[in-house]
Structure formats: C-alpha cells, structure tokens
C-alpha cells in the first residue's frame, strides 16, 4: 500500500472520531444548560469544554465572551476554528478523497454524504434550538460510517490503518478530557460526597458517554472517584476508556507486523505501554499523580505515533 | 441545422424505440429519475471543479438522460478515421523527435515545428518504448449533415472525459434497465481493462517481469481527479501523487508502507511542464525529481511522452491531412474543419474581415477558454480580437462557424435540441490497438450554444453505439 | 592552448535535508575546439550517476541523496584543449534543429529599447551583421557585478542600464533571434589574465549563420570567442544551462552556497 494512502486512512479515521468526540461534549454543554439549578461553577464548564476540546485560546481569540450560544457555533461550524466539527468532516472527506480506491465505495458514499447533508445544517444563522437535532445526526453518521467500514471493508492493511486511527484520536481524547479535569478526582475530604462532587463526577463520565456504561458496570454503588479512574483509565469494557484504546492500537499495530513480517519500535513500545496498563490500579495512579500519569501516557503515545510515521508514512527503506 | 433524431418531426429509425419511450415518461417519473441520477452522480463523487472559480466548490457536470445514438455503420466510419488519425499522431511525432523527414519534405513548416512552445528539445533523439508517444488519443468529432463526421480537434496529452463514459452508461443501466432489454448496445465497460492491457505492451527497456503500473495525478483539486481515481481503481493499479514517487541512481520508486517499491510505467496525467522540477519547470510542486532522467535511462515509461502535446496544437491541426498522407499514405477518412491560419497574410485579412461569420480560437489554448464565436459576441469583444490577433497573428487560427448537429435534451416535460459532438477514445499499444465503441458525447445546455465544454456549462449523455 | 580549471561549489545547509536531487552540467563540452583531455567530477556526499547525453551533447550527472545535513562539495577539475577557430564552433554533433533556437523566452524577450540598438539595415546570414549586433550590446549596458539576479529578463537589464555577462548575452541572443537568427545562451570559462578577472564562470551567446554554422560571440568583450574559452553548456536563456540544478523534498532550512575557480593556461614544462 502506499505510504501516503495509509497516512491518509489514518487521518479521516481521526477526523471522523474527533467530529463524534465534539458532538459528545457539546452534548454534555447542552444537558448542563438543561439543568435549571445554574449555579455558579457551570461558567467553569463551559470553559472546561473548551478547554478539553483543546481550543480555548484560540476560542478567545476571535470572541471576548465565552457564552453558550458562541460556543457551540464555534465547535459547530465556526471557519475561525480548524477544528470545528465542520472542519473535521471537510478533512476526513478531503483525506478520504484522495484515497478514494482505498475503501469500499459504501464508506465513500457513507463519508460523502455526511459532507454533502453538512450544508444542510450550516446555512443561514447559527439557532442554539437546533443543537439536538445536529448532534443527533453528527453521532447517527459517524456510526454509520464505522459500521460501513466494519460491514463492508477488506481486513487489510488498510483496515488497520483506519483503526490506528480512530483509537489514537480516543485515547488522546479521553486522556486529555481527564486531565482538564483531574482535580475533580483527586481525594479531598471537603469535595467528597457532595452534590458538586457527583454533578461533576456525573458531567464526565457523560462527556465520553460512559455513564449508563458506568451504571451497569458498578451497578447502583456511589459513585466515588476511585471507580471513575478505574472505569475511564483502567476498564477493558468500557470502550472509551484508554485502556482500550491502547489495546485496540496495540492489536492492530501487531496485525501491521505480522501482515508486513516485520517488527518495529511503534509496536514494541505500546506493548510496553499496554503492559504498563495491565499492571496498575487506580490507587497506584493516584500516587503517581493522575496530571503527571496523563501528561506521561500522552507523551508516550506521540512517541509512539512518530515511530509509527517513521515505518509505515515516510516509505522509504528502513 | 442538422437533427440526429427527428426529420421532419418523425424520429428517425435509430430513435424510433427512444423516442416512444421519452414520449411515454410521465413528468413526474422524470423528475424522479432526473433527481436519482443526480443523486447517484453525487455519491459516487463525479464532480468537476470548474477553473475561474473561487471558492473551488464541487459541481455536478449537467447529466441529461436522453441517450445520443450511432449506428454501426456510423461507428465503423468514425473508427476508422480515429484510429487513423491516432496512427498518423504518433508517426508525426516520431518524425519530427527523429529524423523529421516531413519537414524535409516541406509538407510542414519547419517554423511551425521548431518554434512550438510544445516543441520539446529534450526530447530530440530520444528512444521512446515501442516508438508510441501518445497511447491514449481522445479525438473531439462533430456532425453537420447525415453523411459526414468532422475531427474538430485531437487531445493526444491526457485526454478526459472517459470516465464519464463509462458512469454515464452505468447509471442509465441501472434507471432504465428496460431500455437496455429493448436496444442493442455495445458495452462499454471494457475500457479500463483495455487500457491497462495496453499500458503493459508499453514496458520501457529496463523493467523485468510484469511491469508495475501507476497513475500519476496532479491532486484531488485537479477537475479530473475523479476520473483518475476511477481509472486507478477499475484498473486496480495506485494512483499516485508527485510526493509518492522518488528517484534514486535514475530508478524510481514509490513510497508504500512496505518501503520503496520500484514503478515500471506512468500514466500520467499531469502537464509535461510540471512532471519534473529538476529538468523542466523548477517551481513544480507536482512532479517528481529525477523523474525525467529515469525515463531517459530506460527504467521508466512516462505515457504520453513529453512533448507529445505537439501533435493536438491547432496550428499542427491544420495540417492533419497532409500528415495522413505523409506517414500513412491513404487519404484521411475523416475530414477536418476549413481553418484559415492568421499567420499567413492572405487568410489574415480574410478572418478580419469576416470575424462575424468565424470562430477564432487560441492556437495553444484549450477547454474552450479564450475563443471567439463571431455570429454570438459583442462588438466589443470583436474589436478585441481584432486587436489581439494583429499583435500576435501566429497565435491564432479561425473556422466557420459550423451548425452542430443536435440531440434533444429533456426540458421541463418536452424534448428540446440541442448541440453535441462526440469524443471517442482510441488507445494504442506494442503492436496492438483498442478501441471501446462509444464515446464521450457533450452537449451544450443554453439554447443555441455551440460550446460543449463542461468548464463552459456544457453537460453529457450516454452514447450508444447499436451493434445492429 | 592548454587550459587547466578547477572549480569548486560547497553547500552548506542550515538543517537536515531529507532527500536532495542534483543534476550536474559541468563537463565541458567535446568537440573540435575544445579537446577534453581530462575532467574528474567529484561530490563529498552521494555518487554521480550518469544520464544518456541529450540532444545538445550535453554530457548530464545526477547526485542523488538522503538525509544530509554536513556541508557538501562539488568540484570538477579539467584540463582542455582549445584551439581558436575565430568563433566558429566545429564538431558539436548535435541533432536539435537551429531553428528551435528561434524561440524567445521570457528572459530574452527584447523590448524596443532593445531593438532600438540597431540602427543598421538587417542582413541576413551575414558575419558582419552578427558582429555588429555584438557590438552594439557589447556597449548597450554598463558592466556592474551584483546588480542583476537570475531573473533579471534581458529588458530589465537594459532599463536598469547595467548587468553581468548573463545579462549582456539574453540581450544578444533575444536581439539575434529577432532578427531570425537562431540563437542561444552558452555557459563555460573564460581564462582572463587581466587585473579585471574575476572567479566567476562565464556566459556568451552563440548565433547560427546560414552556410556557417554556430558561432561564438562574447558581447562583454566585443569579440568572438577563441581558444581562450571553454564551452560547457548551452540553452534557451541562463535558465537551462544551470552548471547545478538541485530540488530538496521536505525541506525548510536555508543553504549557504560558496563558489571557487580558477582557470589558468598552462606554461609549457
């Protein structure tokens, strides 16, 4: 395959998964502003939001306010932010674009038409009524299109590729939006137990969509900050969490390998880092220091991603 | 004007099963239908960028579903001539890289030959794989009466359009299937595994066992970027970037998640100029360096060859028939178009005199762009054109204005005509020869336009060539 | 006369440069008057490859590399053998047709200032007239290194009233092409002993005579060339006779770029 193709792959497959990240927590903002009881602190969310999303100083930089309205505008379809939800189906549509052979004309389609029913949505002024609706149909494509290419696409090199791609974009996610939040969890005899505490604890696990997961999986115990760590950071059930997101890299990362008959340091190093993985609780994470264990697993996987770039993008001889 | 479909308000015997057909589509089923295709273009990504566009948006090229026929008789007329005319093209250019007997001939000026911007001195002497410099010809035909098909115009660089040729056909299948039960048509379909066959025939000297083959595209903001990932897909061959190739010790290779692999034969479809920034024009992004060195070394086929765009320049245009009967020896079975040249001071004075009545168009242009249509343009425009070609007569040469053939479009719930002309595609290969029966057919939308080019608001339909 | 050159270029680069294509025109050119006796090639980083000649004669290396970021040398040493044939160049066995040298390009396109520099009637095929076009651009600019670059066109030149030997020769061959004699832009060395010379490659145009042939005329010096120069390549305008043409891939970095020759006759042992 060719190096830029499998680059390419790798890239739609990130805009896709970072489009649906987007949509679930603007979906989070939107049940905050549901909940009639605004207290102050829900300022604090909406920057949080932001600053999850990665965006908040160049948020700051074209508007002076931080409200509701210009924030979803702004994740939506604002052309200040090259990482709107737009921007992110424009370059998954352009990356895929150009590879174009390289997935079943059922993804094409599937990835086409998110691009094309886009206009349908962005036109005219920005209405915030109207979010649920979008957002609905953001998350309703974006498993289309992952069910399309489970459905129809070859179990090739290239299927990995789209993998690596959709579970690199995950695991930083879900570990950036941890970090933004991480005091949140951290033991505090003043916080815990608290209505604060369970509102906050609540929005996050909302905002990967992991609360009903949570519910089942720990059944109807309190909530308490412990589990959370398990359950985001720790569980191979939960399939936001990023565990299972270095999993998923580290099996198709060794699919890559063997389909190749080659081994390389990208796949030895997240099988050290999943190793890592195994071996840890949540009480250990804590003692490390949740900001420091993110910031170093955030670091590792970049590692990671350059080796990978270094074996499969560049295409030259090794 | 001549009517392919109707004479005298009857259909013609070819049309008589269409006609009825069309006829019996109540409105709304065709508006039904009109919107699936619309649909069905729009998925599958067939869009055309049109230049002179700002915000590089994706259109839809009009698609009108009344079908353009050929009968076998016309087919084998048309066949004929275009693969002689793609025969002679690649005699030509021989010669004149070679040991331009034509021109010692005096059948050609050697001025126009030498002096040609498309005239490309690299290519002087070289040996070219299996002496074909232009294996894909697109040949632009018209119709002006019930006898005669004219060549307007070759396009021996990288012509387009096949794939609409093909998707054209696809989708009428698949809204009409009816149709198709009635009709006789020749398939189409073939084209892709025509040109791959006929691309292997054209392994340069270095390649050992089954040449690898690519296409090489300028980027999918090129207007045909879609044909060139159609071709590459129903070819089953890479399609490839400037930045997927690289040239080391003159072998080239493309970049895969392998390592480097080495690469046999490039249909490109880039523009000469940008295919090498190292021996042609340096500030390419496009092209690959080295890529040139590699085709001269033997280790690569770069189809067409440089300098092949020689060939379709409108001012060699004018000289079709004596280059038939130079390299061929037969007269042309297809005829071309009266041209004046306005370097020559007696057809000069005879076009500015009578620019009302002719088309004058660019001798290196092309897609339509910078043309003149007399009987349509504003004053103005005439004593524009006027001033331009008494700067620069040599670049400039004009024809009557000829009456298109017509075939009728659908419009609200009738049947208006309008005018078309026809591109077949003509591949040539070591030893052998393919030719798909059909064509691209353009129609030009606005009543009474005589400009086919989709980057000018033309469309296309299905052609159907009859096998009986 | 037995002409020695020794002609050195160094690149250094700011940073790594992923993937570097050079192609080299510095052998001199084989023909009767200029006998190469010997030429030796050399580059610090990657290996000469050598490409089939093209139709100009012109005798092409490509240096192909990856990954470097030391400094690189290319040098080439020769020793040549000229003789003087006032101007006329013998040999060339070329097989692109003179007229092709018809063509201006943007760099050659004369202006009226230009062709204002003829005064006398147009002769064709005639040595006299080519001397006089010569002649007349020979004085047309001022010689003044350093204030012309390499997209100085021949009109700039002119409107700026000074120039190089590159400048002077696009302003004769855009001036002979549009008097309908073929000509081109020549590139090589020039052994100058005088307190003027300078360490820098040389540039002339030649012109084709009808019954004659190319002829080498030298518009900074008013004359024809002799056994004093040494041809290595010719083109269009300067553009195509670059001595080394590279592109980089993927690289951000600037280049220092250091020049040094010397072109000396040699006295008999």
């Known amino acids: ?18 489009a649906d990240s987007i949509a679930r927590l603007l979906e989070v903002a939107y049940r905050i502003h549901l909940i009639p009881n605004t207290t102050e602190g829900y300022q604090n969310e909406w920057e949080s939001i932001l600053a999850a999303a990665g965006i908040k100083h160049n948020y700051l930089n074209t508007n002076s306010e931080i409200t509701k309205n210009k924030i979803e505008y702004y994740l939506l379809f604002d052309p200040n932010n090259s990482s709107s939800v737009k921007a992110c189906i424009e370059n998954a549509r352009n990356n895929l674009k150009m590879v174009r052979t390289a997935v079943t004309l059922e993804v094409w389609n599937a990835v086409n038409t998110w691009y094309h029913e886009l206009s349908n949505y962005d036109k005219g002024k920005y209405d915030s009524k109207n979010l649920p609706q979008i957002l609905d149909w953001i998350k309703r494509q974006v498993n289309l299109i992952k069910g399309t290419i489970n459905n129809t696409q070859l179990l090739n090199d290239g299927f990995d590729f789209i993998y690596l791609g959709i579970f690199y974009e995950r695991a930083d996610f879900t570990a950036r939006i941890i970090d933004v939040k991480y005091y949140i969890l951290l033991p505090s005899s003043s916080y815990v137990g608290t209505q604060v ?13 992991a609360y009903r997961g949570f519910k089942w999986a720990y059944g109807n115990s309190q909530i308490d900050y412990k589990k959370i760590i398990d359950f985001l950071i720790l569980s191979n059930m939960c399939p936001r969490s990023i565990f299972y997101a270095v999993d998923k890299i580290q099996y198709h990362l060794g699919r890559l390998a063997q389909f190749y008959q080659s081994d390389n340091a990208a796949n030895r190093n997240v099988k050290k880092i999943h190793k890592g993985f195994v071996n840890s609780n949540a009480e250990q994470i804590i003692d490390f220091g949740l900001h420091e264990f993110l910031t170093k697993f955030i670091d590792d996987m970049s590692t990671t991603y350059s080796d990978l770039e270094e074996v499969y993008f560049l295409g030259t001889d090794r | 004007m001549f009517n392919e479909v109707f004479n005298k308000n009857k259909p013609r015997i070819a049309y008589k099963d269409i006609v009825s057909w069309a006829n019996s589509l109540p409105y709304h089923t065709l508006i039904k239908k009109k919107n699936e295709a619309e649909n069905l273009f729009k998925k599958i990504g067939i869009t055309f960028s049109v230049y002179n566009n700002f915000d590089s ?20 007329t048309i066949q004929e001539g275009v693969v002689q005319r793609s025969l002679a093209i690649n005699a030509f250019l021989r010669d004149i890289y070679n040991k331009c007997e034509i021109i010692k001939a005096k059948k050609i000026p050697a001025k126009l030959v030498y002096m040609n911007p498309a005239y490309e001195i690299k290519m002087v002497g070289l040996k070219v794989p299996h002496n074909i410099y232009s294996p894909i010809i697109g040949t632009d035909i018209i119709r002006t009466d019930s006898k005669s098909f004219r060549v307007l115009e070759d396009n021996c660089r990288t012509p387009s359009g096949v794939s609409y040729m093909i998707e054209n056909r696809e989708i009428m299948m698949r809204m009409f299937p009816e149709l198709f039960e009635k009709i006789n048509i020749e398939p189409v379909e073939n084209y892709s595994s025509y040109l791959l066959d006929i691309l292997k025939s054209l392994a340069p000297k270095k390649c050992e066992g089954d040449p690898k083959i690519v296409i090489l595209t300028p980027g999918p903001l090129n207007s045909a970027y879609y044909e060139h990932s159609y071709l590459a897909d129903t070819m089953g061959v890479e399609l490839v970037q400037g930045s997927d190739l690289i040239v080391e010790d003159n072998i080239t290779f493309m970049r895969t998640t392998q390592g480097k692999q080495k690469v046999d034969i490039i249909y490109r479809r880039i523009d000469d100029d940008f295919i090498d920034p190292l021996s042609f024009n340096e500030t390419s992004v496009i092209g690959v360096p080295g890529l040139f060195h590699s085709y001269k070394s033997g280790y690569v086929n770069i189809c067409s060859a440089p300098g092949s765009g020689i060939a379709d320049d409108k001012a060699i245009y004018t000289y079709m028939p004596d280059i038939i009967r130079f390299y061929l020896g037969e007269e042309p079975k297809l005829p071309s178009i009266k041209t004046w040249r306005c370097s020559k001071a007696a057809d ?53 204005i000829l009456s298109l053939s017509s075939v009728p479009i659908f419009k609200k719930d009738s049947l208006t005509p309008r005018h078309v002309d026809l591109r077949p595609f003509t591949l040539l290969g070591h030893r052998k020869r393919r030719l798909v029966p059909g064509g691209l057919t353009r129609v030009a939308l606005k009543e009474g336009s005589l400009v086919v080019n989709s980057s000018q608001g033309g469309g296309v339909k299905d052609t159907w060539v009859l096998k009986n | 006369m037995i002409i020695n050159i020794n002609y050195e270029t160094s690149y ?12 080299i025109m510095l052998h001199p050119t084989e023909c009767l008057n200029q006998k190469v006796i010997s030429c030796d090639i050399v580059t610090s980083k990657g290996e000469l490859v050598e490409v089939p000649k093209d139709a100009l004669g012109h005798r092409l290396y490509n240096i192909y590399n990856k990954n470097i970021s030391e400094p690189q040398t290319i040098s080439m040493k020769c020793t040549v053998e000229t003789k003087d044939f006032f101007g006329l160049m013998k040999g060339l066995g070329e097989s692109v047709h003179p007229d092709c040298f018809l063509r201006q390009t943007k760099l050659t396109e004369p202006d009226k200032k230009i062709l204002n520099l ?11 007239f080519c001397h006089y076009l010569n002649h007349c651009v020979s004085s047309s600019i001022e010689y003044l290194s350093g204030t012309t670059d390499i997209h100085t066109s021949a009109a700039d030149a002119i409107s700026q009233g000074s120039g190089v030997c590159q400048d002077f020769s696009h302003i004769l061959v855009g001036l002979a092409r549009f008097h309908g004699y073929p000509a081109r832009y020549v590139n090589g060395f020039m052994l100058d ?21 190319w002829v080498g005329f030298d518009p900074c010096h ?48």
């Open chain 1, 1 to 18: 395959m060719l190096s830029r193709t499998a680059e390419n792959l790798y890239w739609t497959a990130r805009y896709i998964e970072r």
């Open chain 1, 197 to 209: 505490d369970n509102f906050q604890w609540s929005i996050m696990l909302r905002s990967v969509s």
């Open chain 2, 57 to 76: 948006a994706e259109r839809l090229i009009p698609f009108d579903m009344f079908p353009r026929v050929i009968t076998k008789l016309e087919w084998m």
């Open chain 2, 348 to 400: 000069r004075k005879y076009v500015l005199a009578n620019l009302e009545k002719l088309v004058v168009k660019e001798v290196h242009g092309s897609g339509g762009y910078g043309m003149l249509i007399g009987n349509s343009a504003t004053k103005t425009k005439i004593k524009s054109f006027k001033i331009k070609i008494n700067n620069n007569p040599d670049n400039y040469i004009a024809q009557p």
């Open chain 3, 12 to 23: 250094v680069f700011s940073s790594n440069v992923p993937r570097l294509v050079q192609s």
């Open chain 3, 118 to 128: 003829v005064k006398k009637k147009v002769e064709k095929s005639s040595v006299d």
């Open chain 3, 193 to 213: 002993d005088t307190d003027l010379a300078s360490n820098d490659t040389h540039a002339w145009a030649e012109i084709f005579i009808v019954n004659l042939g």
């Open chain 3, 222 to 269: 008013d004359k024809c060339i002799d056994d004093r120069y040494v041809r290595v390549g010719c083109g269009y305008d300067f553009s195509f006779t670059s001595m080394i043409k590279g592109v980089k891939t993927n690289y951000n970095g600037t280049e220092l770029l250091n020049h040094q020759l010397s072109v000396q006759a040699q006295t008999s042992q």
